[in-house]
């Protein structure tokens, strides 16, 4: 079945697929619901009508700073209402938001901040030095800070705040649906990050898919405490509430101690997961309030499956496990029917199977890559900014190429098995191996290292670095990981290091990483986390 098929129903969207646009659809679905509450935060509460209101404010602000269609602006924020506000006014301007990840810091954010052609910065104001920081003294065009207690702000920069006091009606210019509204930066397989660039109609699309195979209702109440720079947040929580006139509870960040408090409080009947989140929920002393609340199924990936049984008679819930990626295509279990260990099956928008290094087929049970490709000839998954070549080799022969590695079985039910490229998964976030790396190999008592991933006790991988120092040169495993920490996202920073005097090499003199990994954790090796 193809998405042009589908009668999707007013309920969901009025509007032509030509005016499939993040602000159209906003402008509709407040008009419909009126004064119907959508977003939860704390004890705040939106109506969709305010939420409009909100949008349009941010757009007219945005639009006084001399923003226009097409221009990039960077947002650096915990998730709060206003990120959502920004989101939203970006969009109505026909801008371009570059949600950059809170964590990324050095090299990383300097690269992404230069590539992504970004003309100014909205930021949180505890977070503007690192901003400052990457850009090493070159200046943007505008900096809007979103002030944290009650500290002056930098001079020569605007205050959030000033956002939400104009009028609270906009006029867009001319969008297309196909126009980009963001551009998302991943760090998926090898080198540096790459950024997706992503249009209205395709994330609108994604949505809709989404409440086509999970079945979520207008009684739905989503949560979410996952951060908006990931598309988690936006593509299966934010739009899909939106286009089902549902609401949104929205926490700050992931908080175990925190986390049923806002389930209950918000009475939320759905949320989504990554990484290593529940078994942190699972390793919580149980309570007698556990199985009290309205949840009815969670959707994600990365369940270990030896806790999934019992997760879900202790939180009374049922868990249904998935696979997607930022640039396209998904593999799905469905609420109701799945098989424990699995991802699921490829839902009606694409087809998937698993290849070796020679792209054959490979039978059920072999362990390969496994492809996806969009049953629509016409979709287009892959658009990498300034990268044509990547994008055409990520989607060969009309094929996406994933880099992880799965088997399938008799049933059609795919099996997640490790990563086939240079990259690794930590909670949730991830990792290119090259740009841990990178930073590592700065070192001035650093010759050469290698980084990848290790099992991890939550789930997916810890990163750990095998180094070499350069002759005669001296370094501790702190000072190592202080360095680190000072200059690369806190979920690359290494759990694992071990001092080596070589690293395994072909005799082209390449790291026999594979090596490693078999090696694993010895007891030559430092944790950081027991020191």
């Known amino acids: 079945m193809l998405d042009s098929e589908i009668e999707w129903g007013d309920d969901l969207i009025k509007l032509p697929r030509e005016q499939w646009t993040l602000g159209r659809l906003l402008t509709e679905k407040a008009e419909r619901n009126q004064d119907k509450v959508y977003l939860l935060f704390q004890d705040q509460s939106f109506t969709y009508n305010q939420f409009e209101e909100k949008a349009n404010q941010a757009a007219n602000a945005l639009t006084a700073l001399g923003v226009k269609k097409g221009d990039k602006v960077g947002v650096l924020m915990l998730n709060c209402p206003e990120y959502l506000f920004l989101w939203f006014g970006i969009c109505k301007v026909g801008a371009v938001m570059v949600p950059f990840n809170v964590e990324w ?80 930066y991943t760090s998926g397989t090898t080198g540096r990050s790459k950024g997706v660039v992503r249009s209205h109609e395709y994330v609108i699309l994604r949505a809709l898919r989404a409440l086509r195979v999970f079945g979520y209702t207008e009684d739905d109440i989503f949560y979410t405490a996952l951060p908006f720079h990931h598309g988690n947040a936006q593509n299966l929580t934010t739009l899909p509430a939106l286009l089902k006139n549902a609401k949104l509870a929205l926490g700050v960040r992931f908080s175990a101690s925190q986390f049923w408090l806002d389930i209950r409080k918000h009475k939320a009947t759905t949320f989504n997961y990554i990484g290593a989140m529940l078994p942190i929920l699972y390793k919580q002393p149980p309570t007698p309030d556990d199985v009290n609340n309205n949840v009815r199924f969670i959707r994600g990936a990365g369940a270990p499956e030896d806790i999934i049984l019992d997760f879900e008679k202790r939180f009374g819930l049922e868990i249904v496990e998935s696979y997607g990626t930022t640039e396209g295509g998904s593999i799905q279990n469905r609420p109701g029917k799945r098989k424990l260990g699995s991802m699921g099956w490829p839902p009606y928008y694409n087809e998937a199977k698993v290849v070796d290094d020679d792209d054959n087929d490979l039978p059920p049970g072999k362990i390969g890559e496994m492809i996806i490709r969009p049953t629509d000839p016409e979709e ?152």
């Open 380 to 531: 287009k998954w892959v658009e990498y900014y300034k990268d044509e070549e990547a994008s055409d080799e990520k989607m060969k022969d009309g094929w996406f190429r994933s880099g992880d590695l799965a088997l399938v079985d008799e049933d059609g039910f795919f099996f997640f098995k490790g990563r086939k490229k240079d990259a690794l998964r930590r909670r949730g976030e991830n990792i290119s191996a090259q740009e841990v790396e990178k930073v590592i190999d700065r070192h001035p008592a650093v010759m050469e290292s290698a980084v990848y991933g290790v099992p991890s006790e939550l789930s997916e991988e810890d990163v750990m670095t095998a180094v070499v120092l350069k002759p005669g040169q001296t370094l501790t495993h702190e000072d190592l990981i202080t360095y680190c920490e000072a200059n690369m996202a806190r979920f690359m920073v290494p759990r694992y290091v071990e001092f080596m005097d070589a690293l395994p090499q072909t005799p082209t003199l390449r790291t026999e990483k594979y090596k490693l990994v078999e090696r694993g954790v010895t007891p030559a090796t430092w944790d950081r986390e027991k020191k």
């Open 105 to 184: 810091k050095g090299d990383i954010l300097s690269y992404i901040l230069e590539h992504s052609d970004t003309r100014g910065v909205i930021v949180q104001q505890d977070l503007l030095p690192q901003v400052e920081d990457a850009l090493g003294g070159r200046k943007l065009d505008f900096y809007v800070i979103r002030s944290v207690g009650n500290g002056p702000l930098h001079p020569g920069t605007s205050d959030l705040k000033d956002f939400f006091t104009g009028p609270g009606t906009f006029t867009s210019p001319p969008i297309a649906h196909t126009d980009p509204f963001q551009i998302m």
